[in-house]
């Protein structure tokens, strides 16, 4: 994707304050950081950073201006100070970007917190919230703090009591902390798929846990790494398989392979039909045995070229020398029997969507996708349609997330019908719903006509086990 911005400074307006006349802390720290010579080498040439001076005066001032900078940035780098959790507007930040974090291919690493006024309880898991954020403010974002504690502002990157001398020290720390994930987005852009492979869905939110468990499963296990994503139709498997993919995709360059599984019984079938060969300029020839073994090492000669890149870089030798591999949909366990993923060759990373139990796969690490949280539903119906500045359509949203109780085509649906219907409020909806949830889901179909992720005749077939559930 473009990046218009290499960085996006997130910060309170009250903590760029000199009363000298001279540049505050904040315009400092910006003013070092474009002419940072470490970054300047890493970013072969000027840095791009998004550093909005203005004050934001309305919801669609943010949208217009903010969102949309946000959404072509790299990284975000967050100020952390009391005014900082003052502010409605840093949070919207805050909260809009972890939502969308996954879509950096930086899971869980795309965003640099600096303390640089000291925060009363901040990192103190016992106090919740913290007592600087209003109730309103904590109402609209209850993850937030959740969020930045989990990421943690380390000594590194402190700079409390607006200490400028400490500023060129902290560029240099997060260079370096920056370097390897700029190498990742890079390579990922290249990563190359099949033919087939679903389009991606920039509206995909949550589930943050989900992919780190899957992360752990594919890049810890010392076979063949194997995870089943099971459960109940509609909830989103195949989104998580195929974000899963894009999130990471900076540890395929081999390619990601998407492979619709139903009705198969022979895993070699599916990796010959699935485009692998086209994807790396190759023609098979012979029995099934000669084309695999052919394929597989023209991939391990591949894979030699890419750990000597990473050595001449000094990043992870293993960096990129995978393949992703999505069995979507399967029925029929003999594909992914043990003696046939035995088969696979160790660089090959496995996805496998399924209904079936997870019993019935021993062998298989499981990754259970139960109901989307009532945390994630919120974000979800937000980031389809945002609530605007009225707290009490936030109020509404989170009371629709607990009605629908985590069914992610249910949710789904509620928030396209209202972002295709704007003089419908979440209040409204939200009393539809409880007045007569069927005939409400029958008339936001027709509303709808299709789901920006699903096609129209997949509604009837996940829909219906969805009603029967709620």
């Not at 106090?127 to 993850?143: G, L, S, T, Y």
């Not at 704007?422 to 936001?444: A, F, G």
């Amino acid at each position: 994707m473009p990046y218009n911005f290499d960085y996006f400074i997130s910060y309170a307006h009250k903590d760029n304050v000199s009363e000298d006349g001279k540049p505050g802390f904040v315009d400092e720290f910006v003013e070092k950081l474009q002419n940072s010579p470490e970054h300047r080498q890493m970013f072969g040439g000027k840095i791009k950073v998004f550093f909005d001076k203005s004050e934001i005066h309305s919801m669609s001032d943010w949208d217009n201006r903010i969102r949309s900078s946000l959404a072509s940035s790299r990284f975000l780098i967050v100020l952390l100070s009391p005014g900082y959790f003052q502010s409605e507007y840093c949070a919207r930040e805050f909260d809009w970007w972890m939502q969308h974090e996954m879509h950096r291919r930086v899971l869980g690493e795309g965003t640099a917190p600096m303390l640089i006024v000291s925060v009363n309880d901040l990192y103190n898991f016992n106090v919740d919230p913290i007592p600087e954020i209003p109730q309103d403010i904590q109402v609209k974002f209850p993850n937030w703090v959740k969020q930045i504690r989990q990421i943690q502002a380390g000594p590194d990157f402190d700079m409390h009591d607006l200490d400028r001398l400490r500023i060129d020290e902290i560029l240099r720390a997060l260079c370096e902390n920056t370097r390897e994930k700029y190498f990742k987005q890079k390579i990922a852009e290249e990563s190359p798929i099949n033919a087939g492979y679903p389009q991606y869905n920039e509206n995909f939110v949550g589930r943050r846990e989900n992919l780190r468990s899957l992360r752990q499963t594919l890049s810890t296990s010392c076979t063949t790494a194997i995870s089943a994503v099971n459960g109940l139709g509609g909830i989103g498997k195949t989104e998580l398989a195929l974000t899963y993919g894009h999130a990471f995709a900076w540890d395929y360059e081999l390619g990601r392979v998407f492979a619709k599984c139903e009705n198969m019984d022979s895993l070699e079938d599916v990796i010959l039909s699935s485009s692998i060969a086209e994807m790396h300029g190759l023609k098979l020839e012979g029995s099934n045995e000669q084309q695999l073994t052919t394929l597989y090492n023209a991939l391990k000669q591949k894979i030699k070229l890419i750990e000597q890149r990473n050595e001449e870089k000094n990043v992870d030798r293993t960096l990129g020398t995978h393949i992703l591999l999505i069995l979507d949909n399967v029925n029929r366990l003999e594909l992914i029997s043990q003696d046939s993923l035995d088969k696979l060759p160790k660089f090959f990373h496995v996805i496998i969507t399924t209904r079936e139990a997870a019993n019935d796969f021993p062998h298989i690490h499981p990754e259970q996708v139960e109901h989307l949280s009532e945390d994630e539903s919120v974000e979800l119906l937000s980031n389809l349609r945002p609530f605007g500045d009225a707290p009490q359509e936030a109020v509404a949203a989170r009371n629709i997330a607990k009605l629908l109780d985590g069914f992610t085509l249910a949710v789904e649906l509620t928030g396209s019908y209202l972002d295709m219907s704007p003089r419908v409020t979440y209040q409204k909806q939200y009393e539809r719903l409880r007045t007569n949830i069927s005939d409400t889901m029958e008339t936001m179909v027709d509303k709808t006509q299709k789901l920006r992720r699903h096609q129209a005749e997949c509604i009837s077939a996940v829909l219906e086990s969805s009603l029967s559930a709620l």
